[in-house]
């Protein structure tokens, strides 16, 4: 029997709700645990549309060897969870473990403060090109090496199915695009 894919997601007020659902949708279509930790010390998490998600837990010391893959969804409470910093360190922990790290819109910013950009390929939303001056800003999705980073909402199924093939293969992935008429 295979063992079980673990993704922990990140996320504060404020996060991208497209961003967040359908990569979260379509992991664990593939059969992943995806847990979502809230960052604001709240179960209950508001978009920035004003949609609300239920937290599987609150964030708290993780390690990487409990999961597979880190997800951070980007939206702006991009913002607070750089100045909290604690997904800025758990992106470092999981880039040092080997670990798949993915993030969307402007939560490449994180990996910025992480420092796992510097000499590797990535994009972003043109929000953060400011801070992210060689993103790749042609690119919907990039990848480079274990790092998985997307432009925003409108790449967000893209962006997901990179993570099923990935994290799964490409078999699994389009499996998935099939069912979901992608």
Do not use: W, Y
């Not at 894919?5 to 990140?10: A, E, F, M, N, S």
């Not at 920035?48 to 390690?63: M, N, T, W």
């Amino acid at each position: 029997m295979a063992i079980q894919k673990r993704v922990l997601c990140v996320l504060g007020d404020g996060f991208e709700e497209i961003e967040t659902v359908t990569p979260v949708d379509l992991l664990r279509r593939s059969g992943a645990e995806v847990v979502i930790a809230s960052a604001n010390g709240s179960f209950q998490l508001e978009g920035r549309s004003g949609i609300h998600i239920q937290a599987d837990e609150v964030l708290a010391k993780h390690s990487p060897f409990e999961f597979d893959m880190l997800l951070i969804p980007g939206g702006p409470g991009v913002a607070a969870l750089r100045t909290d910093g604690r997904a800025a360190r758990l992106a470092r922990e999981f880039f040092d473990h080997g670990k798949f790290v993915a993030a969307i819109c402007a939560a490449p910013l994180i990996l910025l403060d992480a420092g796992i950009l510097e000499g590797t390929e990535h994009t972003c939303h043109s929000s953060a090109t400011d801070e992210l001056f060689s993103a790749n800003t042609e690119a919907r999705v990039v990848e480079d090496g274990k790092v998985i980073t997307s432009r925003g909402a409108g790449t967000s199924l893209e962006f997901s199915l990179t993570l099923l093939r990935r994290l799964f293969s490409p078999e699994k992935a389009d499996e998935i695009a099939a069912a979901i008429m992608a």
